[in-house]
């Protein structure tokens, strides 16, 4: 069965909105804390100091979303950048593959009760895109 969890924040002019915490029925109890998004261009920071530069887009955008995922319950919490997407309207935009570069990626990862981690997920919209829900789901799509 497919959830869904909308989260949001107003950053530039970029509109990210953030709704209810995570659902109680949910495994671990997950909060997100400090929740920003900020258009990027060139390269990101990935692990080590490197930087990982961006191929260009025809058209389009980057943008880089970043956050804390809070365990809150008693159980491991098993998360992926892929667990995440954009809404705007009826339209999803899922994050990109390279979103496994950065310092911060939440490729695979395992949060421990208790535990926070600092995430970052990379998003390709088009220029036109300004009202953007930040969605977690538990069956993810693509």
């Known amino acids: 069965m497919k959830r ?15 709704g209810s915490a995570f659902a109680d029925h ?13 258009e990027v261009s060139g390269s990101i920071e990935a692990e080590y ?7 260009p887009l025809s058209s ?12 809150n319950g008693d ?11 954009l809404q ?3 339209k999803k935009f899922f994050p990109s593959k390279l979103s ?6 939440i490729f695979m990862s395992t949060i421990n009760p208790g535990m926070k981690k600092k995430s970052s997920i990379l998003f390709a919209i088009p220029d ?12 993810p799509t693509p």
């Open 88 to 90: 705007s309207g009826k």
């Open 100 to 105: 496994i570069y950065f310092k911060n990626s």
């Open 128 to 139: 036109n895109v300004k009202d953007l829900d930040i969605r977690y789901t538990s069956d």
């Open 26 to 38: 949910l495994p671990g109890s997950i909060s997100m804390e400090n929740l920003r998004s900020e």
């Open 4 to 18: 869904a969890i909308i989260f949001s924040v107003l950053t530039f002019s970029l509109f990210l909105s953030m």
């Open 49 to 55: 100091g490197q930087q990982y530069f961006l191929p």
């Open 60 to 71: 389009g955008k980057y943008v880089e979303v970043d956050f804390t995922l809070v365990n």
């Open 75 to 85: 159980s491991p919490f098993n998360v992926s950048y892929s667990d995440f997407f």
